[in-house]
């Protein structure tokens, strides 16, 4: 009689375990000691290799912790108890379509440029900035670090911006006059603006493999890389070099979308060009990087100057879902501006 009622007990204890594990496999994990066998030495060792947040930790790959003396089957554990808290996993496309009502975007100050763009930059995604100096790549950046610290109803995301600059370009003076024509007060713009200066395309990679501390801490929700292919193009020469190169460039874009991603925050990439001479019709402008940053860039703008002053244009080039489109704005002491009707007339002169 015992042995029939302990066989009658033992499903329900079953279910009991198992409603008692449940939760701990849905649990939210806060810092990387918190992960089940992940200790202080082990945790130490992962900052040291650019891991430090749990989400870095969910978008990482097995062969990533190797270096950290982690074997494989505990690196497959971390990685999937990481992920548990992210919820990465299978859905279906109506559920996706729920989700992508979190996807934010960003004005850039032109509403011609919005309206190419869907209504804005969007986050989660990378937005490619492509052209010939001058053509306004680097005054767009300076104008989104300033819109993203605008409340969401004024097109912001009301957040920090992270700068990574590569050609000396960044200027606190340019954030001040546009921070002054938004109305924002300057010295609480140029706070909540992350400035990181890169000297070489290591060091490049380096700081946004190191960022994801930062990035949490300070609430950035805009991550700028101005201008991505400087470093490389410099350092690598010659097609002995480009296979290297590619690889380089294709791990930091997608270490940059892992970023946007895992803190919804909108990632922007600057890029140089190059002429074709073999091109005799069309445009014989293109950006540098080849396929790898074709395809990992989810918008790409190509930007050009017009015959007349400050006024630039901006086509939509490759989106995902937009279809092609182009539009005029200008870049004034302000900022970026939509033309004016007086623009407009002399234009048409």
């Given at each position: 009689?015992?042995?029939?009622?302990?066989?009658?007990?033992?499903?329900?204890?079953?279910?009991?375990?198992?409603?008692?594990?449940?939760?701990?496999?849905?649990?939210?994990?806060?810092?990387?000691?918190?992960?089940?066998?992940?200790?202080?030495?082990?945790?130490?060792?992962?900052?040291?290799?650019?891991?430090?947040?749990?989400?870095?930790?969910?978008?990482?790959?097995?062969?990533?912790?190797?270096?950290?003396?982690?074997?494989?089957?505990?690196?497959?554990?971390?990685?999937?108890?990481?992920?548990?808290?992210?919820?990465?996993?299978?859905?279906?496309?109506?559920?996706?379509?729920?989700?992508?009502?979190?996807?934010?975007?960003?004005?850039?100050?032109?509403?011609?440029?919005?309206?190419?763009?869907?209504?804005?930059?969007?986050?989660?995604?990378?937005?490619?900035?492509?052209?010939?100096?001058?053509?306004?790549?680097?005054?767009?950046?300076?104008?989104?670090?300033?819109?993203?610290?605008?409340?969401?109803?004024?097109?912001?995301?009301?957040?920090?911006?992270?700068?990574?600059?590569?050609?000396?370009?960044?200027?606190?003076?340019?954030?001040?006059?546009?921070?002054?024509?938004l109305g924002l007060n300057p010295e609480e713009v140029v706070k909540n603006v992350i400035f990181a200066e890169a000297y070489t395309s290591d060091h490049q990679m380096f700081l946004l493999e190191n960022a994801d501390k930062?990035?949490?801490?300070?609430?950035?929700?805009?991550?700028?890389?101005?201008?991505?292919?400087?470093?490389?193009?410099?350092?690598?020469?010659?097609?002995?070099?480009?296979?290297?190169?590619?690889?380089?460039?294709?791990?930091?874009?997608?270490?940059?979308?892992?970023?946007?991603?895992?803190?919804?925050?909108?990632?922007?990439?600057?890029?140089?060009?190059?002429?074709?001479?073999?091109?005799?019709?069309?445009?014989?402008?293109?950006?540098?990087?080849?396929?790898?940053?074709?395809?990992?860039?989810?918008?790409?703008?190509?930007?050009?100057?017009?015959?007349?002053?400050?006024?630039?244009?901006?086509?939509?080039?490759?989106?995902?879902?937009?279809?092609?489109?182009?539009?005029?704005?200008?870049?004034?002491?302000?900022?970026?501006?939509?033309?004016?009707?007086?623009?407009?007339?002399?234009?048409?002169?």
């Amino acid at each position: 009689m015992c042995s029939k009622l302990s066989l009658l007990r033992l499903p329900r204890m079953v279910v009991e375990e198992e409603e008692e594990e449940a939760p701990a496999s849905e649990r939210k994990y806060e810092h990387l000691e918190d992960l089940p066998g992940v200790g202080p030495a082990t945790a130490q060792k992962l900052r040291e290799l650019g891991f430090h947040t749990v989400e870095s930790l969910a978008t990482a790959t097995i062969r990533e912790l190797e270096p950290a003396g982690i074997g494989e089957k505990k690196a497959f554990e971390v990685i999937r108890a990481a992920r548990s808290s992210l919820s990465v996993s299978f859905i279906r496309a109506d559920e996706l379509l729920k989700m992508r009502q979190s996807v934010l975007r960003l004005t850039t100050g032109s509403k011609g440029i919005d309206e190419i763009l869907g209504g804005g930059l969007e986050t989660q995604t990378i937005t490619e900035f492509y052209g010939e100096y001058g053509s306004g790549k680097s005054q767009l950046c300076h104008q989104m670090c300033v819109n993203v610290q605008l409340p969401p109803e004024k097109g912001g995301l009301g957040g920090g911006a992270l700068y990574v600059d590569t050609e000396n370009t960044f200027r606190t003076e340019r954030i001040v006059q546009m921070a002054q024509h938004l109305g924002l007060n300057p010295e609480e713009v140029v706070k909540n603006v992350i400035f990181a200066e890169a000297y070489t395309s290591d060091h490049q990679m380096f700081l946004l493999e190191n960022a994801d501390k930062i990035i949490k801490e300070n609430n950035i929700r805009l991550i700028v890389v101005d201008s991505l292919t400087s470093h490389f193009r410099s350092e690598y020469l010659g097609r002995e070099m480009l296979a290297e190169r590619q690889q380089k460039l294709n791990k930091h874009m997608h270490r940059l979308i892992r970023l946007a991603r895992a803190f919804n925050a909108v990632a922007i990439v600057t890029n140089q060009v190059m002429a074709k001479p073999d091109v005799f019709f069309g445009d014989a402008v293109h950006p540098v990087g080849g396929h790898i940053v074709a395809h990992t860039s989810h918008t790409r703008v190509y930007l050009r100057k017009s015959a007349r002053g400050p006024i630039r244009i901006a086509r939509l080039v490759s989106s995902p879902y937009l279809p092609e489109g182009e539009r005029v704005f200008k870049v004034t002491e302000n900022g970026v501006e939509d033309l004016s009707e007086e623009d407009q007339q002399q234009g048409r002169r």
